[in-house]
């Protein structure tokens, strides 16, 4: 079992930068890839951007790429979203998430999640 807790969500403004952060339990973070997603009102949760074990390989939603970074520390067993240029439609509750087997891009592909940080963009 997997816990994950999230931090470093907040109020910007536009064009603001946040960096989140999901700490996780265990000494088997290195084996699971992992990612981020987020969830408006409204709306389903959809996926942001996921990294494989080692850190070498980042997969982006087109509408994040170039201004979001996910990067692991797994001396730390955290992993992080680094958002610059945030737009007010980036308003959401972040989530990150622990796969067993491969990494995903859909939420079905995750096994653990946490409980979610707010991350609200103003204009």
């Known amino acids: 079992q997997v816990q994950l807790v999230e931090s470093g969500g907040g109020l910007v403004q536009a064009g603001g930068s946040l960096r989140l952060s999901c700490a996780t339990s265990?000494?088997?973070?290195?084996?699971?890839?992992m990612g981020w997603f987020r969830q408006a009102p409204g709306k389903e949760r959809e996926f942001v951007a996921a990294?494989?074990?080692?850190?070498?390989?980042?997969y982006y939603a087109d509408s994040v790429k170039g201004r979001f970074a996910i990067s692991r520390d797994n001396a730390k067993n955290t992993v992080y979203l680094q958002m610059n240029s945030l737009k007010p439609e980036d308003t959401a509750v972040y989530y990150c998430a622990a796969a067993k087997f491969t990494v995903a891009v859909e939420v079905r592909g995750y096994d653990y999640w946490g409980q979610g940080t707010q991350v609200t963009v103003s204009s």
């Open positions: 265990g000494r088997t973070f290195s084996t699971y890839p």
């Open positions: 990294i494989g074990r080692s850190g070498g390989s980042t």
